[in-house]
């Protein structure tokens, strides 16, 4: 992985938070669930992230 693809990760970092958050408010509603906040949601998907990497990764190694 190279400087710049790990550069191009980042919006996407930002955008799949929003779209967690903005997501999670009519999960919320129907459940009777606090909203979060962007800052939440941001925490949720880093920890996504560090846990969903790895299984790409090995997902990605040839298999002999």
Known sequence: MGYF?????IPGFFLSSLF???LWDPVSARLGLPD???VTSMLVVVTLWI????LAAAGRMKKF
């Open 5 to 9: 693809s790990m550069l191009a990760a």
């Open 20 to 22: 967690f958050m903005l």
């Open 36 to 38: 979060i906040s962007y």
């Open 51 to 54: 846990a969903v990497a790895p």
